[in-house]
């Protein structure tokens, strides 16, 4: 089975501070990667995903995220945190689950604090 | 708009009680899911379906129960068989099974067990 790993359950950074929340997977095939950001109380919405091609993804908000296969990560990035960024941060991977079928394997989180 | 509901937002119950969460999505999505969120633990997937009148078993289906009648909707029932039920509950959708394609999520379902 596939695992994901968000190192930090908690980052803190300042307003206007570059944002790094890091992922690393853990798959023996190419992977489809996905991360999800989630607000206080309400369901979760995708920033971007990684399928093939470019592994510079670019997503919502001015996010963004690179793919490294040496390195088994998908690390998410913004230049500047804005206030409205503090969130809960989700990454994922597709895993097979056999006969055709797929799910999503999530990592646990990290809470993304904006510092004024 | 497209999208997906749940309903109620806010649900409690007594020990020993059945409930059922509602799930209705309109993007003509075939797949659905439900999956359990608890604080520090991610996403755990509880039961999905492919196709109408069909579902699999995901990583905790005990104490669960689902079904899906139509395309639309994927009522999860909490029985009370399930130990420690209090949690947050999100259903989400996809077009398709694929390895490619992301999941589409409802606000979620905060259920307290009393």
């Known amino acids: 089975a596939q695992s994901v790993t968000q190192l930090g359950s908690h980052v803190s950074v300042s307003e206007g501070a570059l944002v790094l929340l890091r992922c690393n997977y853990s798959s023996s095939v190419p992977p489809y990667l996905f991360w999800y950001v989630q607000y206080p109380n309400q369901g979760l919405q995708l920033l971007l995903k990684?399928?093939?091609?470019?592994?510079l993804v670019k997503g919502i908000n001015g996010f963004e995220a690179e793919f490294k296969k040496s390195e088994t990560s998908f690390h998410l990035t913004k230049p500047s945190a804005h206030m409205s960024d503090a969130a809960e941060y989700f990454c994922a991977v597709s895993e097979s689950s056999g006969a055709g079928s797929y799910q999503l394997t999530f990592g646990k989180g990290t809470k993304l604090s904006v510092i004024p | 708009d497209g999208g997906i509901t749940q309903s109620p937002k806010y649900l409690f119950r007594k020990e020993g009680q059945n409930v059922t969460l509602s799930c209705e999505q309109n993007?003509?999505?075939?797949?659905m899911y439900w999956y359990r969120q608890d604080p520090g633990q991610g996403l755990r997937l509880i039961y999905y379906?492919?196709?109408?009148?069909?579902?699999q078993k995901g990583d905790i289906a005990e104490g669960y129960s689902v079904s899906r009648e139509k395309k639309e909707s994927f009522p999860l029932t909490v029985t009370s068989a399930q130990k420690n039920p209090t949690a947050f509950y999100l259903c989400?959708?996809?077009?398709?099974?694929?390895?490619?394609?992301?999941?589409?999520f409802g606000p979620g379902t905060r259920l307290t067990v009393l």
């Open positions: 379906s492919q196709i109408v009148n069909d579902f």
């Open positions: 989400a959708s996809s077009s398709a099974i694929r390895s490619y394609n992301e999941q589409f």
């Open positions: 993007l003509n999505h075939d797949a």
């Open positions: 990684y399928t093939t091609g470019a592994t």
